[in-house]
């Protein structure tokens, strides 16, 4: 055997006993990391909401940690509001711009005077009747409250929500807690746990599985510093619900254009898939949208399912008549859209009276709208 064969040989046998393995095992690594299935390269854990867990949850929110939550809105990324390093972690997780300020929350009516202050008896009145549930108020803030959560304005948006869950969490922490909803900045907020996942498993330190939201959309955000209170987001509790209590208010429109939008989260792009929206009168179009090529999808009410025979992607928001859930679905299906790869969805325009309005906001603004 010559010198020649002898190396090739010699080479041959050393991949087989090392080169194979070692690759296998580095491919290993990656597809562990790339996929997610495994927790042990991933700084996030999975609680649920044993009396345990909801402690263990607390005490990480406590050490400056960030815990997403479910709430009967959307799932929240919360932190603790007096804490400026924590509150950083959720911008940092979401990829949020930092002018966008966040809602904290509490657990008890009374909680609201540790980081407002000026409280006024409408405020009062509105807290009493829809607290805890989706209404946010904006109110002039204590100074304890850091400015990374208010964005530095001189107001603080305070919420105390309605879920077992996050009630005994916020109890539990003793701390307010600033959360914006749980969702990659941008995307539809997260109104089931595989949401939530999806968007911040291995960015944040715990994520509680609470199952589905039951409201769907986010709380209703009202300015209660102003003369006539204005509604800044329509939410969870309709202008018609706030006006029997506190008597008529404003509601913004439009987006503002310049630097200072009443609220600061209303000038970035929002809930959006990764298809293109077009909303349209959906019965007048059903003929050419069946005979449209490619990847298209249909959102949908139940009774007009049998316009739509045919076409592939078509989810329904439920029925016509039942505003509570369009809401309650809405996000859901803008995700699952994007699961199923389509380039251009279609959708129904949606009425603008009671829950509608929340609605009709959110979908009109993922098609880019105003
Ligand atoms: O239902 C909800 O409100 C959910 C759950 C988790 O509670 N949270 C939520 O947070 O939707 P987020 O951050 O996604 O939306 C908060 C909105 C933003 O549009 C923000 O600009 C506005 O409230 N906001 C917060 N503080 C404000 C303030 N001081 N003045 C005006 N707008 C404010
Ligand atoms: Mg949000």
């Keep these: 055997m010559g010198a020649m064969e002898t190396n090739v040989m010699f080479f041959g046998l050393f991949f087989i006993v090392y080169g194979i393995p070692i690759s296998l095992i580095v491919l290993l690594i990656v597809w562990l990391v790339k996929s997610n299935k495994s927790n042990l390269y991933s700084k996030t854990q999975i609680l649920y909401s044993s009396n345990f867990d909801i402690k263990n949850a607390a005490k990480i929110l406590r050490n400056s940690g960030t815990v997403a939550f479910p709430t009967e809105t959307v799932y929240g990324l919360g932190a603790n509001a007096l804490d400026e390093a924590a509150v950083a972690k959720i911008f940092a997780a979401k990829g949020r711009p930092s002018d966008n300020p966040l809602i904290v929350h509490i657990a008890e009516r009374d909680d609201v005077y540790k980081v407002a202050r000026e409280v006024s008896e409408a405020a009062k009145l509105l807290m009493d009747q829809f607290w805890g549930g989706p209404l946010t108020l904006i109110l002039k803030r ?3 409250v850091p400015d990374i959560v208010t964005a530095g304005l001189d107001t603080v948006a305070v919420r105390m929500p309605a879920n077992e869950i996050a009630l005994e969490l916020i ?11 749980a969702n990659v900045s941008g995307k539809p907020s997260p109104t089931a746990f595989e949401h939530v996942k999806h968007d911040l498993f291995g960015k944040v330190d715990v994520i509680i599985d609470g199952g589905s939201c039951d409201v769907g959309l986010e709380s209703t955000v009202i300015d209660m510093t102003r003369e006539v209170p204005i509604i800044l987001r329509p939410g969870g509790v309709s202008r018609e619900e706030i006006e029997a209590v506190i008597g008529q208010v404003d509601v913004v429109t439009k987006i503002e254009s310049n630097d200072k939008p009443a609220s600061p989260g209303m000038k970035y792009k ?15 179009n059903a003929e050419n949208i069946r005979n449209q090529g490619g990847k298209v999808g249909v959102l949908i009410f139940d009774e007009y399912l049998d316009e739509f025979v045919g076409v592939k992607y078509v989810l329904s928001l439920g029925s016509v008549n039942d505003a509570e859930s369009a809401a309650r679905n809405l996000f859901g299906k803008l995700r699952k859209f994007d699961t199923l790869e389509v380039d251009l969805i279609y959708a129904p325009k949606i009425p603008e009276n009671g829950m509608w309005a929340a609605v009709r906001n959110r979908l009109y603004k993922a098609a880019g709208e105003n």
């Design 142 to 144: 204590q100074a304890c």
């Design 171 to 181: 109890r539990a922490a003793g701390v307010p807690i600033a959360a914006p909803s």
């Design 270 to 284: 929002h809930y959006a898939p990764n298809a293109k929206i077009i909303i349209c009168d959906i019965l007048e």
